[in-house]
């Protein structure tokens, strides 16, 4: 039902930024709320950043606040995530997630469709 496509991962020096896009393509985008999560090697997929339907909610897990900005523009079918400030321990897999509902959420299981992921990788 959606499909989901991520683009805008790189290599960068710590303290410089990446602007990560999800396109997204099926009916039900701007009904769900949207979730950016990453992943490092041999670890488990983390929750991010969080943004409900119509973009009037947002949440971010601590390591990343003030740091990270998600946004969505459902005329686009397009959710953004600028990530500002980048440290080593940023570096993982990104993907760009659908939920289940209109509300955020920080939970995994909450999410249905799954981009196949982008690469951000920060040296130090």
């Known amino acids: 039902q959606v499909q989901l496509v991520e683009s805008g991962g790189g290599l960068v020096q710590a303290g410089g930024s990446l602007r990560l896009s999800c396109a997204a393509s099926?009916?039900?985008?701007?009904?769900?709320?949207m979730g950016w999560f990453r992943q490092a090697p041999g670890k488990e997929r983390e929750f991010v950043a969080t943004?409900?339907?119509?973009?009037?909610?947002?949440y971010y897990t601590d390591s990343v606040k003030g740091r990270f900005t998600i946004s969505r523009d459902n005329t686009e079918n397009t959710v953004s995530l600028q990530m500002n400030n980048l440290k080593p321990e940023d570096t993982a897999v990104y993907y760009c997630?659908?939920?289940?509902?209109?509300?955020?959420?920080?939970?995994?299981?909450?999410?249905?469709?799954w981009g196949q992921g982008t690469q951000v990788t920060v040296s130090s």
């Open positions: 997630a659908a939920g289940r509902s209109r509300s955020i959420n920080t939970n995994i299981g909450r999410y249905d469709y």
């Open positions: 099926g009916r039900t985008f701007s009904s769900s709320a």
């Open positions: 943004i409900s339907w119509n973009g009037g909610s947002t």
